[in-house]
């Protein structure tokens, strides 16, 4: 049926009971019973039962019905690697264009990345409890609760950007000063960040949206947005930025303009019911037993991912402190940061083109996971996940080969910063030799996820971060940690620790962490518990 002649005709008004027009966009065994409050909640009419998925293990209802597992695999998972590869390249090219402003643009962009991600993880939060939802309800053919899913997913990420961008704005300063930035990085920081907090909202609302759009089994409307977003965001960035000569004001101005843009082409999207799952203008009130729904499958991602967050953001912190030490030891009076910050970022971004179609892998099985379990096939749901993992490992596989004999001419073709050339090729050489595991763990904590298991998740990966991350990247690295002035009157704490292999070392903890924490997953995958989660 089409999703906008359903929102016009089938959507009851408050206080009427629902007739059952097209019972395949309905809950099972339920009716859609609207009461007079603010708050509807849908009521079960005993009795009234909803064809399910059959056992020829294919699904029954949205995009991806009638679909084999291969082609259901392939549908979604080409468009969304393309689209996560288009989402790096954002901050890929603000990377770029700020080495080639300077060292200290660079180190400003870089460290910014980390606040970012922050960001993120409100939307990474809404967008897990979104993808899970409808999924399961696509998979289910409860086309109203998906509905309403959608609707109050954009509600919270306008509430959570709204939130953040005040936030980010007045603490941009601070946070320059806590990473150990210095004259033109410190100002190019707070500069930056402030023009990234004018289209934080819109970039809340779109991530999100891109989100539910997945959960529905749509990933080629996500990919035109992103596409459209790259284009205007490198446009925009590199006029404001070199022709206008507004610096890094202009990376930040034209990454916002992109986001506004890549906001209103996927909301423009779903409002028509492209992407299979229709916006309304109703869902976009506050509706209690919906958002919690949400926040409920949301909440635990998100201590799970702040957690990950403080940990990463400690390592830069590290990274800020080895870079100050080392500027500090060669030329005290040059003002930047050593160039420690811009290369680590620099090098996670590179890495990103091997680990990115894991991570589309990941949001593939995750989506086909909740399809299949609203379905009642919890078998086809593991075949997915497996499936997805194996394609995830033999290319992320080839990108660590990459990765460990291209880093030197890869690093050379985007940077021409003293810091970067020495630094990140030893950095991409690491990180190659570990991509098989990070992809088998990237594939096993979405799949599990879009299940459901999101409780779980976390506390296996608080174990790993807090356990393992944290401490073998202080522990291999050497970093020293200097205190303020206000506390012991600046001393410094020796690290106790015999390694001390600076910035690479950080690194090889990073990377030991990741491999032990794809055998916790596992675990978790093999016993199968993910597989009843409650949505």
Known sequence: MDDKH??????????????????GMLDPIESV??????NPEPRAHPGEVIPRAGRDDTLRTGRLAGLSLNAAIITLAWPVLCESLLNSLIGLVDAVIAARISQAAGDAVGGAAYLLWFVGLIV?????????????CVGAGKGAVARAAMGQAILLA???????AVVMWFVAPWMAGLMSMDGAAKGDFVTYMRAMCLGMPASTVLFACLACARGAGDTLRPLFTMITVNVVNGAAAWLLAIHFNLGVLGIGLGTS????????TILWFHYRGASGVALTRRWLRPHRVTAYRLLRLGLPSFAETFGM????????????WMGHAAMLASAPANGDSGGYTGAHLLA????????????????????????YLGAGLPHMARRAAVRCMLVAMGIMGTGGLALIALGGPITRALSDQPAHLQLVPDLLLISGFIQVPF??????RSSMQGAGDVKAVMKLTWISQWGLRLPLAYAISGVDIPLPEWLLGGAVIQNPFPFDLGLPGLWIGLCVEIVIRACLYGWRFKSGQWLKARV
């Not at 303009?257 to 209103?264: C, F, M, W």
């Not at 091997?354 to 399809?371: D, E, N, V, W």
């Not at 992809?439 to 096993?444: F, P």
Request: charged share 10%.
């Open 309 to 320: 967050w403080v940990v990463n953001f400690a390592t830069v912190l590290m990274v800020g």
């Open 348 to 371: 996670i971004r590179l890495e990103a083109f091997s680990f990115l179609p894991g991570f589309s892998m990941g949001i593939a099985a995750g989506a086909l996971c909740g399809q």
């Open 6 to 23: 359903n929102r016009n005709n089938n959507e009851p008004e408050p206080g009427v009971v629902a007739p059952v027009l097209d019972p």
């Open 158 to 164: 306008i509430v959570g950007g709204l939130g953040i």
């Open 439 to 444: 992809a088998m763990a990237i594939v096993m």
């Open 257 to 264: 303009i992109a986001q506004i843009v890549g906001a209103a």
């Open 33 to 38: 019973e609207i009461d007079a409050s603010n």
């Open 124 to 136: 990474m939060a809404i967008g897990v409890g979104a993808t899970a939802l409808i999924s399961r």
